[in-house]
Nanobody, 124 residues
Framework: QLELVASGGGLVQPGGSLRLSCAAS????????VGWFRQVPGTEEREGVS?????????NYADSVQGRFTLSRDNAKNTVYLQMNALKPEDTAVYYC????????????????WGKGTLVTVSS
C-alpha cells in the first residue's frame, strides 16, 4: 500500500517556527518528485509550496515562502521535512505532502499519492 503520513502541524505565533514531516511507506521517496502543497480552509485552491525534484538535484519554492521554508529529505528514514521559519498569519493552511511518480517536478494534476493534511495555524 502506497502511503504518505504527514505530521507536525499546530498553532504557532507569528514569527515562530514549525517542522512538518512526511513519512512514506510502500515506495522509496528518493526516486520521485516529492513536495508540499497547502490549502486555506474553506477554499478550493491547493497551492504548491515546495518540491524536491526526482533524483533530488533541485528544490523549488513558492515566492511567498522563499527564504523562510526549507525542504529536505532523509533517505534512511524515507521521510521529507518542511522547516518553516518566520511564519506569518497568511501561512495558515492545511499542508499536504505529495508525490509525483512521472514528472521531474511536482505537478498538481499528476500527483499520484497525497498525504492527509496537517493544519498549520499562525496566530497570536
Amino acid at each position: 500500500q502506497l502511503e504518505l503520513v504527514a505530521s507536525g502541524g499546530g498553532l504557532v505565533q507569528p514569527g515562530g517556527s514549525l517542522r512538518l514531516s512526511c513519512a512514506a511507506s510502500g515506495f522509496t521517496l528518493d526516486h520521485y518528485a516529492v513536495g508540499w502543497f497547502r490549502q486555506v480552509p474553506g477554499t478550493e485552491e491547493r497551492e504548491g509550496v515546495s518540491c524536491l525534484s526526482s533524483g533530488g538535484g533541485s528544490t523549488n519554492y513558492a515566492d511567498s515562502v522563499q527564504g523562510r521554508f526549507t525542504l529536505s529529505r532523509d533517505n534512511a528514514k524515507n521521510t521529507v521535512y518542511l522547516q518553516m521559519n518566520a511564519l506569518k498569519p497568511e501561512d495558515t493552511a492545511v499542508y499536504y505532502c505529495a508525490v509525483d511518480f512521472t514528472s521531474i517536478w511536482c505537478r498538481y494534476e499528476d500527483i499520484d499519492v497525497w498525504g492527509k493534511g496537517t493544519l498549520v495555524t499562525v496566530s497570536s
